[in-house]
């Protein structure tokens, strides 16, 4: 699994509250990224890394913002949660030039 | 824009039976495709991969045949077991960006005991 964690595992917050998403990894791999995971619709990308301080959106970055401040932390908020980004949310590390990506145990967010 | 198709939804088998879960991919340029296993709770887990200039790849029961004309690949799974049961994920990378994937929508497959 890369040794990768995510926390919290589950969270539960109101429509409105700001809710940070932590992903820590202890492999120094280079990329980080973040998907959701919703019935129907597999994985899709909300922002990836591609090193320190270097993000990009993917292609559901809408209402997601994202900071890598450390190679092993990267962060993934959400400034005003909305019932939409209800999901499980997966936390998953790539090294250079291999593509082959690990994820980790994921976190369900539900947004009341 | 890139997508990746993925058929069935959900495939029931015999245990000792095989099962075959294909992917149509649309990005010409896709090199890499790999496939995941999913169990319940956990993170989806890489069973296999293929690279573009290979056509088949075998790993004991699991094998994977890529079809670059067709723009399709396929997960082979043989003498299935009930501990095969999951949910399996193709993917291919981007054209644009070979560290990046686009999923399929994922088949839940089960084996009967």
Not at chain 1, 18 to 39: A, F, S
């Amino acid at each position: 699994d890369a040794g990768i964690t995510q926390s919290p595992r589950h969270k539960v917050t109101e429509t409105g509250t700001p809710v940070t998403l932590r992903c820590h990894q202890t492999e120094n791999h280079r990329y980080m990224y973040w998907y959701r995971q919703d019935p129907g619709h597999g994985l899709r990308l909300i922002h990836y890394s591609y090193g320190v301080k270097d993000t990009d959106k993917g292609e559901v970055s809408d209402g997601y913002s994202v900071s890598r401040s450390k190679t092993e932390d990267f962060l993934l908020t959400l400034e005003s949660a909305t019932s939409s980004q209800t999901s499980v949310y997966f936390c998953a590390t790539g090294t250079s030039g291999e593509n082959e990506q690990f994820f980790g145990p994921g976190t369900r967010l539900t947004v009341l | 824009g890139e997508n990746v198709e993925q058929h069935p939804s959900t495939l029931s088998v015999q245990e000792g039976d095989s099962a075959v879960i294909k992917c149509t991919y649309s990005d010409s340029a896709s090199n890499y495709f790999p496939w995941y296993k999913q169990e319940l709770g956990k993170g989806p887990q890489l069973i296999i991969d293929i690279r573009s200039n290979v056509g088949e790849k075998k790993d004991q029961r699991i094998a994977v045949t890529l079809n670059k004309t067709a723009k399709h690949f396929s997960l082979h799974i043989t003498e299935t077991q009930p501990e095969d049961s999951a949910v399996y994920f193709c993917a291919a990378s981007r054209g644009d960006s070979s560290y990046k994937l686009i999923f399929g929508s994922g088949t839940r497959l089960l084996v009967r005991p």
